[in-house]
């Protein structure tokens, strides 16, 4: 870990937190030089396909998310000033907390920013948010923006 920080990793799920959180990753990122790693992870739906119906293949399932991720990044691309940043992205599936966590490890973060909140309410209530369990385990500073 090195201050001002080299690498900052910045959780996009879609939501207004996470877009604030870019907006101030990238400010950060811009102001000290940094790269900017744009990550967002989809949890693989359980049972979203209803109590009797069949799952979709696995392909399907995986073109579904995989495009909604994208999506997810695009916007986030287009709202978020770049201009002079060196960044990148990543898409991946699994479970947030985790996929983040070892985003951080493998970008060698020196920083980690995310939203307040981004998940659902149900998700909120059942699992805690993500940012919560994040600022539990990040092995480097973690910035929480409202």
Do not use: F, K
């Not at 909140?117 to 480097?140: I, K, N, T």
């Amino acid at each position: 870990m090195s201050w001002p920080p080299q690498v900052i990793v910045v959780a996009i799920d879609g939501s207004d937190q996470s877009q604030r959180a870019a907006d101030l990753a990238a400010a950060l990122a811009r102001a000290h030089t940094s790269r900017l790693v744009m990550i967002t992870v989809v949890r693989p739906p359980e049972g979203w396909w209803g109590v009797t119906g069949q799952p979709p293949s696995p392909e399907a399932l995986s073109e579904a998310l995989v495009e909604g991720q994208q999506e997810i990044l695009r916007q986030a691309e287009n709202r978020t000033n770049l201009a002079g940043i060196e960044y990148g992205t990543a898409e991946e599936l699994g479970d947030p907390t985790s996929v983040i966590l070892a985003a951080c490890e493998r970008e060698s973060a020196d920083l980690l920013v995310v939203g307040r909140r981004g998940a659902g309410l149900v998700e909120r209530m059942v699992m805690g948010s993500v940012a919560d369990r994040l600022a539990h385990h990040s092995p480097v500073p973690i910035l929480i923006v409202p």
